[in-house]
Nanobody, 124 residues
């Protein structure tokens, strides 16, 4: 069992930055591929980014490439999402997710555990 707790969301003006964190419980954090997803009002949850177990591989949605950076610290059981140059269309609840195993995947139903989400609101 893995419990995930996100933090770092908030209200920010367009062009601003935020750093989201996701703290995981348990001693096997390094066994999980980690992902970030987001869900805007009235829309389906969508893939944002993912990182492999050792941090050596990453993946990003086209809409966030060049603006978002995912990283992880296995010693701290934490995964991060640095978000720069925020746009109003980035407004959503951001979720952290964990998938046991090596390979990065981008589909929501591939992930085993989810956090409760953190709200990011970008004003224009």
């Amino acid at each position: 069992q893995v419990q995930l707790v996100e933090s770092g969301g908030g209200l920010v003006q367009a062009g601003g930055s935020l750093k989201l964190s996701c703290a995981a419980s348990g001693r096997t954090f390094s066994s999980y591929t980690m992902g970030w997803f987001r869900q805007a009002p009235g829309k389906e949850r969508e893939f944002v980014s993912a990182i492999s177990r050792n941090g050596g591989s990453t993946s990003y949605a086209n809409s966030v490439k060049g603006r978002f950076t995912i990283s992880r610290d296995n010693a701290k059981n934490t995964v991060y999402l640095q978000i720069n140059n925020l746009k109003p269309e980035d407004t959503a609840v951001y979720y952290c997710a964990a998938k046991y195993g090596t390979y990065i995947v981008t589909t929501t139903n591939s992930y085993d555990y989810w956090g409760q989400g953190t709200q990011v609101t970008v004003s224009s």
